[in-house]
C-alpha cells in the first residue's frame, strides 16, 4: 500500500473513533473537525448545519482566520454565501472546490481582519442515504484547489459524520418519545387515582352534610367539600401541565403517534409554547390526520415532517412530504379530503394552502390565529 492510502485510511480511523464515542450532536462535530484538520494538512474547516427550511448555523470551527471570527464570528453567522446556496437549491451533491469564499471576500473587502493566506475552500454536504444535514467546509493558506484524491477523501469523511448525525437524531427522538409517554402515563395515573379519590372525599362531604343538623358540623364539613374541591383544580392543572410544553405537545404527540400507526416516520419539529385551546388542537388533529392519511395512501413515501410554530398569537402547522406530489388548484379542490381540511381551518378563521407539484412531493399549510383574534 501507498503512504498515501496508508494516510488515508489513518485518517478515516481516526474519524470514525471519534464519531463512534460521541453522544452529544455538537460536541461530536467539534471533535471531529478538530480531528480531521489535525490528521490531514488543512489549518482550518467549520460546519454549518442547515435546517429543512434552509436556515443554517455554524456548529463548529476550527483555527477560523480572524478575518471569520471578527465581532464574535459575525461573518460566519449571517448573510448567505455561494456553498450554502448551492447546497440549498440541490446544485451541491458532491464534495466541490469552491472557487472562491464569499465569506472571506466580503471580509477582506470589509477589512475585518486578517484572513491568514485563505481565499478558497472545498465544501462537502453531509448526508446519510438522501436526508442532507449540512455542510463540512475546509480549507488552507493559499490553496486554491482540491484534487479529486482529496475531495475523496473529504466525502469519505462527510458521509462518516453524517451517519454520526443520523444516528444521535434517532437517539434523541426516542429519548424525547419515552419522555413524552412517562409524562402521559403519570397524568393519566393521576387523573385515575388521586383525581378520583378526591372525588369521592368531595361527594362523601356533601353527603355528610345533609344527614346532619348540627350548625358547626355543617359548616366543617362544607370547609372539607370545599378543600378537597380546590385540590381538585389543582390536580388538574397539575395533569395539565405534565403534558410537556403545553397542549401543542398533545396533538404533536397524537401525530407522531398516528404516523406510526400508519408505517411512516414521522419527524416532528415544534417552535414556541403556548396552552392551546382544545377547540384548536382538536381541528390541527383532525385536519393533520387527513394530511398523513394522504401522505400514506398518495405520496408513496415512508417519511413525513411536521412543523409546528407557535408565534404573534397564530399557531401555523405545516405537513410535508417528499413524493409524487399532484396537479392542485385552489378553484377545484378534487375531493372531500382536501374540501374538509380547509372548510375545518376556516371554520377556525384560519387559512389553508397546498403546495404540491409532480414529483416534487406536497406540503399543506395551514395558520389559525389564537386568542382574540379568532373571537370574532
Ligand atoms: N400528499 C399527497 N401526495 C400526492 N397526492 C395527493 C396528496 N394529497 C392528496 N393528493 C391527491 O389529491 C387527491 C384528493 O385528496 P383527498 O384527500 O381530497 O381525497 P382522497 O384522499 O383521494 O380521498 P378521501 O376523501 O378518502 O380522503 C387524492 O386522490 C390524491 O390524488
Ligand atoms: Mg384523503
Known amino acids: 500500500m501507498s503512504e498515501q492510502h496508508i494516510q488515508k485510511l489513518q485518517t478515516l480511523k481516526a474519524i470514525a473513533e471519534t464519531l463512534n464515542e460521541a453522544n452529544d450532536l455538537e460536541e461530536m462535530l467539534d471533535a471531529v473537525l478538530k480531528q480531521l484538520i489535525h490528521v490531514t494538512e488543512l489549518e482550518c474547516g467549520w460546519i454549518f448545519l442547515v435546517d429543512k427550511k434552509g436556515s443554517y448555523s455554524l456548529v463548529a470551527d476550527c483555527e477560523l482566520p480572524p478575518a471569520l471570527t471578527w465581532e464574535n464570528k459575525q461573518p460566519m453567522c449571517e448573510g448567505d454565501c455561494w456553498c450554502l446556496d448551492r447546497y440549498n437549491d440541490g446544485r451541491l451533491q458532491r464534495a466541490a472546490n469552491i472557487i472562491e469564499c464569499k465569506r472571506l471576500e466580503d471580509a477582506i473587502e470589509e477589512k475585518w481582519g486578517d484572513t491568514k493566506g485563505i481565499t478558497h475552500h472545498a465544501t462537502v454536504p453531509l448526508r446519510a442515504g438522501d436526508e442532507k ?11 486554491t484547489h482540491f484534487t479529486n484524491e482529496e475531495l475523496a477523501l473529504l466525502e469519505a469523511v462527510a458521509f462518516q459524520i453524517g451517519t454520526a448525525i443520523k444516528r444521535i437524531k434517532l437517539v434523541e427522538n426516542e429519548q424525547k418519545l419515552a419522555l413524552l409517554a412517562e409524562r402521559n402515563r403519570l397524568a393519566r395515573d393521576l387523573h385515575d387515582s388521586v383525581n378520583q379519590l ?5 361527594l362523601t362531604a356533601g353527603g355528610a352534610k345533609e344527614m346532619t343538623t348540627d350548625g358547626r358540623m355543617k359548616k366543617t364539613l362544607d370547609y372539607i367539600q370545599q378543600l378537597a374541591q380546590e385540590a381538585l383544580q389543582e390536580m388538574r392543572s397539575l395533569i395539565w401541565q405534565l403534558r410537556p410544553q403545553g397542549l401543542e405537545n398533545g396533538v404533536a404527540s397524537a401525530l407522531m403517534n398516528y404516523g406510526k400507526m400508519l408505517g411512516l416516520n414521522v419527524e416532528m419539529d415544534i417552535h414556541g409554547v403556548i396552552d392551546l385551546p382544545s377547540d384548536v388542537e382538536e381541528c390541527l388533529w383532525r385536519v393533520g390526520q387527513e394530511a398523513l392519511n394522504n401522505c400514506k395512501k398518495h405520496a408513496d413515501v415512508s417519511t413525513v415532517s411536521i412543523f409546528i410554530t407557535v408565534k404573534n398569537k397564530q ?29 375545518r381551518i376556516e371554520a377556525m378563521n384560519g387559512t389553508f394552502h397546498i403546495k404540491s407539484a409532480i414529483g416534487k412531493g406536497t406540503t399543506v399549510q395551514m395558520m389559525i390565529p389564537l386568542k382574540g383574534e379568532r373571537a370574532k
Open 198 to 202: 378526591l372525588f369521592s372525599l368531595m
Open 315 to 343: 399557531i401555523k402547522m405545516e405537513i410535508t412530504d417528499k413524493g409524487c406530489g399532484f396537479n392542485y388548484s385552489d378553484e377545484e379542490m378534487p375531493s372531500l379530503g382536501l374540501k374538509s381540511m380547509k372548510e
Open 133 to 143: 444535514f449540512g455542510l463540512l467546509n475546509v480549507a488552507s493558506p493559499n490553496k
